[in-house]
Each structure stands twice: as structure tokens, then as C-alpha cells.
């Protein structure tokens, strides 16, 4: 199974900027970020294919936040630009070890392997 780490996690002001990693082993079809604000859904935010490296985005981020790959390193970044404080949450990253489709790319259900979060807070 897949294992991933989280990292970069911290306060951030609005409208910064920040970016987060995640360092994966094992194989995937493609890599997520989710994002958990206390009492609501997890979300995903941005995704990426392992081959090819299309990227997806939820349209609350498009424009803003950016999802990428260096598969030499096995890392994912998220980099996050003009931030709000609605962006703040619990993110994590997650592995589909069992494959992807663009049609549901950013469901929970599509990944099977998770991170164990890294927390952004974004303050004025």
C-alpha cells in the first residue's frame, strides 16, 4: 500500500501564499489533495496523474491553487496563492493505487491510501 507524507503545514496571512508536500511511495494512478474544515466534508481540492501529470481542480481553488509532480522525488506539492480564511483546514494527501478516472478524480471513493494531514490555518 501506498504511504504518503504530508508536510508544510502553518499559519498563514491572507491573501499569502504557501505550499505543502507530499512524499509517496508505492505505485499510483493518480495523487490528491483533500481538505477537512472542522464540521464540514472532507473535499477534494486538486489532483494530479501520476502519467501525463493532468491536473484537476475543485472551482473553489481554481486559479489559485496549483498541483504538481516531481516524480524523481516522489513528492506532490500543492502551492496555495491569495489565500482566505476559508481556505483553512486540515489538508491531506491520497494515493488511487487501483486507478483514476477524470470523471471522478476528486471523490474520496476514488483513493485508497491516506496521509495523515498537515494543518494550514489562514488568519488576517
Known amino acids: 500500500q501506498a504511504q504518503l507524507v504530508e508536510s508544510g503545514g502553518g499559519s498563514v496571512q491572507v491573501g499569502g501564499s504557501h505550499t505543502l508536500s507530499c512524499a509517496a511511495s508505492?505505485?499510483?494512478?493518480?495523487v490528491g489533495w483533500f481538505r477537512q474544515a472542522p464540521g464540514k466534508e472532507r473535499e477534494g481540492v486538486a489532483a494530479?496523474?501520476?502519467?501525463?501529470?493532468?491536473?484537476y481542480y475543485a472551482d473553489s481553488v481554481k486559479g489559485r491553487f496549483t498541483i504538481s509532480q516531481d516524480n524523481a522525488k516522489n513528492t506532490v506539492y500543492l502551492r496555495m496563492n491569495s489565500l482566505k480564511p476559508e481556505d483553512t483546514a486540515m489538508y491531506y494527501c491520497?494515493?488511487?493505487?487501483?486507478?483514476?478516472?477524470?470523471?471522478?478524480?476528486?471523490?474520496?471513493?476514488?483513493?485508497?491510501?491516506w496521509g495523515q494531514g498537515t494543518l494550514v490555518t489562514v488568519s488576517s
Open positions: 508505492g505505485y499510483r494512478y493518480c
Open positions: 494530479i496523474s501520476s502519467v501525463g501529470g493532468s491536473t
Open positions: 491520497a494515493a488511487a493505487e487501483y486507478g483514476c478516472s477524470s470523471g471522478a478524480i476528486l471523490a474520496r471513493a476514488t483513493y485508497n491510501s
